[in-house]
């Protein structure tokens, strides 16, 4: 029978996706782990690949149309199979059930029962590939007509199959390698891991509230534009409301002295140049001064879970990325154990890549704090708001030149203002003064970042 290509759940936070283009037309034949299309989620732009092969007989989400989680986006027919007559609809199969790669049962961003025990927008894949389904004794056999077919010519016992298509449905290639002996090619477990992978996405564990319903809605005049709201901007939308009516912010600010950090970054571009040429930004030595901080109070670094709080062992930074249609969050893993020619390079790589929406789910999983820069922006001080489950986030304001008092003098001097918004369930007053005047001092005296 014919195979529906369902539209995947990419993330948990994902209810619907935008079909952003098909990589192969009506007619293509299609193998197990060829990228079909592409697929647009609330954080990314991702591969689909496909699960089963045979022949693409029909489309029926076009490029640039949306789909909910599971609606049936093309019909793939296997070998020897017909397409159903014009006008029916494809026969429904079997399928894996749309839920989230979690550990457990706890859930994540627009999902029931959250539990926040891993870091901020950390949904955690299985390592290993999906196990293949066996049908057991009175269990109904799931195989295509094509499948049995192949069975009953070469003597195999379709019962003994274990299925690794959608939902343990045994197609072709499973019956192939039974006849021969082995397993199924490992280009299906390749495939089951990929998807399982790509599954991983930036989402924050927690349960958002929908946008306030009784919220005052505006007077559209003529000539005023009503902009549709992406599945970006709806998920924004719904975690920073919640992270303001739940989480209970209080915010600390201190002036930092940037005259040695600009000297020091000039000193150590110059010879840059002459080496591996990476250029670092004054970013690069904040980022690095909130990791090193985080290690020195590791307070700031936690988490509430509703009746304990946890604390990581790992430092994962969240950096704050403004893009064409609103703001991501890719993580440095591991940050602790990363060089400054490291966290640079990778902020780079990462910053490009999220504007370009080529990041992986991966990349916005682990983060534990997080810090947003508007310095390029002309903004000197802001309060940001926090990044749920996590319980600190750093904003950074621009570098101004303004008089300041030295030894009693007015002297010109270099001033950045950087903020810190905590979540008082988490961190006390005190606990977040220390961190932030962590951060001060290794701005301050930034050669203690690279010892």
């Given at each position: 029978?014919?195979?529906?290509?369902?539209?995947?759940?990419?993330?948990?936070?994902?209810?619907?996706?935008?079909?952003?283009?098909?990589?192969?037309?009506?007619?293509?034949?299609?193998?197990?782990?060829?990228?079909?299309?592409?697929?647009?989620?609330?954080?990314?732009?991702?591969?689909?690949?496909?699960?089963?092969?045979?022949?693409?007989?029909?489309?029926?989400?076009?490029?640039?149309?949306?789909?909910?989680?599971?609606?049936?986006?093309?019909?793939?027919?296997?070998?020897?199979?017909?397409?159903?007559?014009?006008?029916?609809?494809?026969?429904?199969?079997?399928?894996?059930?749309?839920?989230?790669?979690?550990?457990?049962?706890?859930?994540?961003?627009?999902?029931?029962?959250?539990?926040?025990?891993?870091?901020?927008?950390?949904?955690?894949?299985?390592?290993?590939?999906?196990?293949?389904?066996?049908?057991?004794?009175?269990?109904?056999?799931?195989?295509?007509?094509?499948?049995?077919?192949?069975?009953?010519?070469?003597?195999?016992?379709?019962?003994?199959?274990?299925?690794?298509?959608?939902?343990?449905?045994?197609?072709?290639?499973?019956?192939?390698?039974?006849?021969?002996?082995?397993?199924?090619?490992?280009?299906?477990?390749?495939?089951?891991?990929?998807?399982?992978?790509?599954?991983?996405?930036?989402?924050?564990?927690?349960?958002?509230?929908?946008?306030?319903?009784?919220?005052?809605?505006?007077?559209?005049?003529?000539?005023?534009?009503?902009?549709?709201?992406?599945?970006?901007?709806?998920?924004?939308?719904?975690?920073?409301?919640?992270?303001?009516?739940?989480?209970?912010?209080?915010?600390?600010?201190?002036?930092?002295?940037?005259?040695?950090?600009?000297?020091?970054r000039k000193q150590i571009n110059a010879q840059a140049e002459q080496t591996h040429g990476n250029k670092y930004s004054i970013n690069d030595f904040v980022l690095k001064s909130v990791i090193n901080a985080a290690q020195a109070v590791p307070e700031i670094n936690?988490?509430?879970?509703?009746?304990?709080?946890?604390?990581?062992?790992?430092?994962?930074?969240?950096?704050?990325?403004?893009?064409?249609?609103?703001?991501?969050?890719?993580?440095?893993?591991?940050?602790?154990?990363?060089?400054?020619?490291?966290?640079?390079?990778?902020?780079?790589?990462?910053?490009?890549?999220?504007?370009?929406?080529?990041?992986?789910?991966?990349?916005?999983?682990?983060?534990?704090?997080?810090?947003?820069?508007?310095?390029?922006?002309?903004?000197?001080?802001?309060?940001?708001?926090?990044?749920?489950?996590?319980?600190?986030?750093?904003?950074?304001?621009?570098?101004?030149?303004?008089?300041?008092?030295?030894?009693?003098?007015?002297?010109?001097g270099m001033r950045m203002n950087i903020g810190l918004s905590c979540d008082h369930r988490v961190v006390d007053g005190a606990v977040g003064a220390?961190?932030?005047?962590?951060?001060?001092?290794?701005?301050?005296?930034?050669?203690?970042?690279?010892?």
């Amino acid at each position: 029978m014919p195979t529906n290509i369902e539209m995947p759940k990419l993330s948990d936070t994902m209810t619907e996706g935008t079909l952003v283009k098909w990589n192969k037309q009506v007619g293509d034949t299609i193998e197990i782990g060829d990228v079909i299309a592409e697929v647009e989620t609330d954080k990314a732009t991702m591969e689909m690949e496909a699960f089963d092969e045979g022949t693409l007989s029909d489309i029926l989400v076009q490029a640039g149309e949306k789909a909910a989680v599971g609606a049936t986006l093309g019909v793939l027919l296997e070998d020897g199979e017909e397409a159903p007559a014009p006008g029916s609809a494809p026969a429904a199969i079997s399928a894996p059930e749309s839920q989230p790669f979690a550990e457990g049962a706890e859930g994540a961003e627009g999902t029931e029962a959250p539990e926040v025990s891993q870091p901020a927008a950390e949904l955690v894949a299985p390592t290993s590939t999906p196990a293949l389904h066996q049908a057991g004794p009175g269990e109904r056999i799931k195989a295509s007509p094509l499948a049995r077919k192949i069975a009953d010519s070469k003597g195999v016992d379709i019962a003994a199959i274990q299925g690794s298509g959608p939902g343990g449905r045994i197609v072709k290639a499973d019956v192939e390698a039974a006849a021969e002996g082995g397993s199924a090619p490992s280009r299906l477990a390749s495939a089951a891991t990929a998807l399982a992978a790509s599954a991983k996405a930036q989402v924050v564990q927690s349960t958002p509230a929908p946008v306030a319903a009784a919220a005052i809605n505006p007077v559209v005049a003529a000539g005023d534009q009503t902009i549709e709201l992406s599945s970006m901007r709806r998920i924004i939308a719904d975690r920073l409301l919640t992270s303001k009516t739940t989480i209970p912010h209080f915010y600390l600010h201190v002036e930092c002295d940037t005259a040695p950090l600009m000297t020091l970054r000039k000193q150590i571009n110059a010879q840059a140049e002459q080496t591996h040429g990476n250029k670092y930004s004054i970013n690069d030595f904040v980022l690095k001064s909130v990791i090193n901080a985080a290690q020195a109070v590791p307070e700031i670094n936690a988490s509430f879970n509703g009746d304990s709080v946890v604390q990581f062992a790992k430092v994962g930074v969240s950096i704050a990325v403004a893009v064409d249609d609103g703001l991501v969050t890719p993580v440095i893993k591991d940050a602790a154990s990363k060089s400054m020619l490291q966290i640079s390079q990778e902020v780079k790589d990462l910053a490009v890549r999220a504007r370009d929406k080529k990041l992986m789910p991966n990349e916005f999983d682990g983060g534990t704090v997080t810090v947003s820069n508007l310095g390029a922006w002309g903004i000197e001080s802001f309060d940001a708001i926090i990044n749920p489950p996590q319980a600190a986030i750093l904003s950074v304001g621009a570098i101004i030149e303004k008089p300041v008092v030295k030894d009693g003098q007015i002297v010109a001097g270099m001033r950045m203002n950087i903020g810190l918004s905590c979540d008082h369930r988490v961190v006390d007053g005190a606990v977040g003064a220390r961190f932030l005047n962590e951060v001060k001092k290794l701005i301050e005296n930034p050669a203690l970042m690279l010892v």
